[in-house]
């Protein structure tokens, strides 16, 4: 199934003559940017989230491991 198939790409800073060797040799090609804010924010957001799973996770379980206690 195509759905599965795997592509390999290449990334990596460049230069104009990089581009210009690319067109020469007919070799199709995608220019992305990325911004260093936005994949730090990315990565802060996600450590973020799973600390916060863990801490409501942790709650949970020493809320039931003492629901005897206040009973």
Do not use: Q
Not at 50 to 68: E, H, M
């Amino acid at each position: 199934m195509k759905i599965f198939k795997k592509e390999k790409y290449i990334e990596t800073k460049y230069k104009p003559i990089h581009i210009k060797r690319l067109n020469e040799e007919k070799i199709p090609y995608t220019v992305k940017e990325r911004s260093l804010f936005s994949e730090t924010f990315k990565m802060a957001y996600l450590c973020y989230a799973i600390i916060f799973d863990v801490v409501v996770v942790l709650g949970i379980i020493w809320a039931y491991l003492n629901i005897g206690k206040i009973l």
